[in-house]
């Protein structure tokens, strides 16, 4: 592997159906993985093949009912690929997964996050910074995507295949995150999916009220951020949520464990929380380094280019016992609407740029 491979950016635009029908033929190989239930069912899954379609045709019903843009999408890139719609929208159901490839707990993605509001950075601008680890082969399947709907914010987002993981669009609107483990997770719309409903919105509250919508499955922690300048974190389960925002610092720092005094007894995952804590808390340090304020894109770059910690590092190479790495970074102007991100590990791979129009 070089290490100045770029990840690959498609660009879809058409209906959302049409959309989906050019992500899928794109990315036909992380697709095709995704839907091959027979393969990865028992093992993922925890439960026959006919069982798992059973419980997600509920969910597909919910998600139907409630946003169907984002199933038609789905069902575009099913299309794409030359899978069955059924079978991707199975694999897009995390709730239903009973084992992860962590050994020590079930959170399979492990994100860090750091948010630095304009009054606390060297030019005034909003800064959001990420990082994505996932195991070592995902690298292969990540792409970025630019969505082009008529009617709706131009998209931009970065994950696996049609799989959002983190994104941004033309109204200003930036949305990283982290995974955590809900103990409340049940039958409803499914969280991978959310994020692409959070996407389409034009207000911080309107994403806000997308990624807690009343029949989600489960919900991830979002970080949400806009070009006003506001940013808030909003940690959730399925049937919870708590809402922050900046430190009286300027700052906002999430890993993969609840933190909330009202979110933690949700907790589902209480040793890889332990785990996640030494990124939280390294983050928080190096905050404080006199050589991060104010905080620039050099300063954080050099947080998410962290190694203390081994395994549990900020940045994490290959080499851990579960096979877990940085597979992306990403680290967004929001002020500016201008990302930058890459490949692999921020220590060592090569940046690429995405911008918006300003006067969109």
Request: charged share 25%; proline share 6%; aromatic share 6%.
């Amino acid at each position: 592997m070089t290490l100045d491979r770029e990840i690959p950016v498609v660009r879809a635009s058409g209906s959302y159906y049409e959309v989906g029908r050019q992500i899928g033929e794109a990315c036909s190989g992380a697709v095709g993985r995704a839907a091959d239930l027979e393969r990865a069912g028992v093992p993922r899954f925890g439960r026959s093949l006919d069982e798992l379609l059973g419980q997600a045709a509920l969910c597909r019903r919910m998600t139907a009912e409630t946003y169907p843009f984002v199933l038609e999408e789905l069902d575009g890139a099913a299309a794409g690929a030359g899978v069955p719609a059924e079978a991707l929208f199975a694999a897009s159901i995390e709730e239903l997964w009973e084992s992860r490839p962590s050994q020590n707990g079930r959170t399979e993605g492990r994100c860090t996050d750091v948010v630095v509001a304009p009054a606390a950075t060297a030019n005034g601008h909003l800064l959001v910074a990420h990082n994505n680890d996932l195991p070592a082969a995902s690298e292969d399947d990540v792409v970025a995507i630019e969505r082009d709907v008529p009617g709706d914010p131009l998209v931009f987002s970065i994950g696996i295949g049609p799989f959002i993981s983190v994104g941004w669009n033309s109204a200003g609107l930036s949305l990283t995150g982290n995974e955590v483990s809900p103990n409340d997770e049940r039958a409803g719309i499914p969280r991978l999916l959310l994020v692409r409903a959070q996407l389409r919105a034009r207000t911080l509250e309107e994403a806000v009220a997308a990624g807690v919508h009343p029949l989600r499955a489960s919900a991830y922690n979002s970080v949400l951020a806009h070009s006003s300048g506001a940013a808030v974190n909003v940690e959730a389960s399925a049937t919870a949520y708590g809402r922050w925002g900046p430190s009286e610092r300027g700052t906002i720092v999430h890993t993969n464990h609840y933190v909330s005094p009202e979110m933690v007894a949700y907790e589902g995952d209480l040793p890889y929380a332990l785990r996640s804590s030494r990124r939280f808390n390294r983050a928080q340090q190096l905050l404080e380094d006199p050589r991060a304020r104010p905080a620039d894109e050099e300063s954080l770059i050099r947080i998410l280019s962290d190694h203390l910690n081994g395994d549990d590092a900020i940045c994490r190479h290959t080499g851990a016992a579960d096979g877990v790495k940085t597979v992306f970074w990403c680290l967004a102007d929001v002020t500016d609407r201008h990302v930058l991100f890459g490949r692999g590990n921020p220590c060592r791979s090569r940046p690429q740029s995405y911008r918006f129009d300003s006067a969109a």
